[in-house]
């Protein structure tokens, strides 16, 4: 019987070590931080000056392209997702994770010495571009690594928990993100935030970059991929079988976290700190203010991701989902009447609240995802969902959200945008069965391969 089945054996038969569980959890926890802050300084340089430094000819719709920008990233993810998918259910979930790092690292570097519009012309928003795009082929590869790692090394009782490890890199990297951007808004104010400041967030990353590094080298390799290994039973062309067989598995996936997603990037896609800040706006806010009440909506993110993976254990992924998408929606109700006081309190309080439902509509989602696909073709099936779900939920929302609020003056017609991808998301979640507890291992590929799709017998 496969040991992973069984929650707390490795391959060989023998018990996985609390050690080694532990190290699992800190180097994911380590590397999605590192990676989301690379991914989210880029978001909320956006928000807050690289309209002006690389979109300035464009005059009232510099920031509407500049937003644009974060959004073309994830057109690329869907990339990454298909060639981490192949080479992770063929080489590995280890070594995909590595490459992922480094590429997204040399990317985030390279934006920090990049000259700007008023140096170079039209080739800094093109090389700003380029560079973005390699960001969004790392993050399309990265998370379904992680994940996988975190739930295939966990006990059966306990993936929802050790599947939210990695989850919290996510608001780690925006508190991260947006405490050294506030930092550096009080050490460079002004104008020298403009010709220098925001630069040294982004050369930052080579030292996470080498921490990162270093931790992952210390981890061992999945036990559901080293089993396949052992027994030569990986599959040929995964991405094939994947849609053959689980194309609309693939898609409800998708939407699930789309529902989440779109919400989400108010704050990690820099929306709400320009917005916020925007001097000609009807709010004005410092941006150092702004930036720490992100960085502070961060830790409520954190707290409850944590928490709703705990509970997923307890009552199940889809119950877990259910509740949030109901704390989800009352919180986008929330958010922009406190956000439009104009009071940093409030600002504040709108965002934390926003947090809870994303958190319970986050934390579950690794654990839900490694238990919807086979094992065979589970990275290539986690990674391409979490890649579709980014472009219909994330990719465009501050885009989306900057062009209704200029085309009404208003934000209510954005509250509404993101009640409907929440309900979406809700949707979605009811059309799956939960899974929570089934074995993970090769030996039960038959039990994985029945589908979790409500009325449907086979995928």
């Keep these: 019987m496969s040991g992973q089945s069984q929650g707390g054996f490795t391959p060989t038969g023998t018990i996985a070590s609390q050690a080694d569980r532990r190290r699992v959890i800190f180097a994911t926890v380590v590397g999605t931080t590192v990676e989301w802050y690379d991914f989210f300084i880029y978001a909320t340089a956006v928000g ?6 690389f979109f300035e000819p464009l005059g009232a719709n510099s920031a509407l392209i500049a937003f644009a920008t974060v959004g073309v990233s994830f057109l690329f993810r869907p990339l990454g997702a298909f060639l981490a998918g192949h080479f992770g259910d063929k080489l590995g979930r280890k070594a995909v994770l590595m490459w992922t790092l480094i590429l997204m690292g040399a990317a985030t570097a390279l934006i920090g010495v990049l000259p700007t519009y008023q140096s170079i012309g039209l080739a800094a928003p093109i090389l700003l571009v380029l560079l973005r795009i390699i960001q969004g082929i790392s993050a399309g590869g990265e998370w379904g690594g992680a994940v996988l790692m975190a739930v295939e090394h966990a006990p059966r009782q306990k993936r929802g928990i050790f599947g939210a490890s ?38 930052l990353s080579v030292v996470l970059i080498l921490v990162g590094y270093y931790v992952r080298r210390k981890v061992e390799e999945s036990p559901v991929f080293t089993e396949l290994a052992e027994r030569k039973e990986k599959a040929k062309m995964p991405i094939v079988q994947l849609f053959r067989k689980h194309l609309l598995l693939v898609i409800i996936a998708a939407l699930v976290f789309a529902g989440n997603n779109a919400v989400g990037y108010m704050t990690t896609g820099g929306y709400i700190q ?28 954190l ?31 929330t958010l922009f009447p406190l956000v439009n006081t104009g009071q940093i309190g409030l600002l504040f309080a709108g965002l934390a609240i926003l947090t809870i439902g994303l958190g319970f509509t986050y934390g579950p989602q690794a ?35 900057t062009a209704i609020v200029q085309a009404t003056g208003s934000t209510q017609a954005v509250t509404w945008y993101l009640a409907g991808m ?3 998301g809700l949707v979605a ?3 799956l069965r939960d899974r929570s507890g089934i074995p993970l291992g090769p030996d039960h590929e038959a039990e994985q391969a029945v589908s979790p799709i409500r009325g449907l017998a086979k995928a």
Excluded: C, H, K
């Design 367 to 401: 654990a839900l995802y490694t238990e919807l696909f086979p094992a065979s073709i589970r990275f290539s099936g986690v990674s391409i969902s979490y890649a579709i779900g980014a472009i219909a939920g994330g990719a465009f929302a501050p885009t989306i959200a």
């Design 303 to 333: 707290l409850t991701t944590l928490l709703a993976g705990w509970v997923s254990d307890r009552i199940g992924r889809r119950s877990t989902y259910i509740i949030g998408w109901v704390l989800q929606l009352a919180g986008v109700f």
């Design 48 to 53: 807050l000056v690289f309209g002006q430094l």
């Design 274 to 301: 320009g917005y916020a800040t925007n001097p000609e706006g009807p709010i004005g806010l410092e941006r150092g203010p702004v930036l720490w009440a992100v960085a502070g909506s961060a830790v409520t993110w």
């Design 429 to 431: 979640t009811l059309l």
């Design 166 to 203: 990695p989850q919290i890199g996510v608001p780690l990297g925006l508190l991260l993100a947006s405490g050294v951007m506030a930092l550096m808004t009080a050490i460079a104010p002004g104008d020298q935030f403009a010709a220098w400041g925001w630069r040294i967030p982004f050369l």
């Design 422 to 424: 929440t309900v979406l």
